[in-house]
């Protein structure tokens, strides 16, 4: 059974930081993994993704401004959010991918505000 625990959200003002971690239990390296986020009366949304062989890929809102990263031993991926901007604000949930479906955190709450 695949668990994933998000952790790191927050209320953060505009130009500000914050690094979001989601830990994993069971296999991780042999899975791509991703962030996704929904703002209220939105769709969920990509924001990064990371492949098995660590291949990353952004959703052109974030470029430059996000980074994601994956610690295989951990069982951790990693998303490192800087100038971040009202527009950011939203439930950020981890993905993992396999076969078997999509497999889901809880999500972590980001509130951009001054």
């Known amino acids: 059974q695949v668990q994933l625990v998000e952790s790191g959200g927050g209320l953060v003002q505009p130009g500000g930081s914050l690094r979001l971690s989601c830990a994993a239990s069971g296999i991780f390296s042999t899975y791509d993994m991703g962030w996704y986020r929904q703002a209220p009366g939105n769709q969920r949304e990509l924001v990064a993704e990371i492949t098995k062989l660590g291949s990353t890929n952004y959703a052109d809102s974030v470029k430059g401004r996000f980074t994601i990263s994956r610690d295989n031993a951990k069982k951790t991926v990693y998303l490192q959010m800087n100038s971040l901007k009202p527009e950011d604000t939203g439930v950020y949930y981890c993905?993992?991918?396999?076969?078997?479906?999509?497999?889901w955190g809880q999500g972590t709450q980001v509130t951009v505000s001054s």
């Open positions: 993905n993992q991918a396999r076969r078997s479906g999509n497999y």
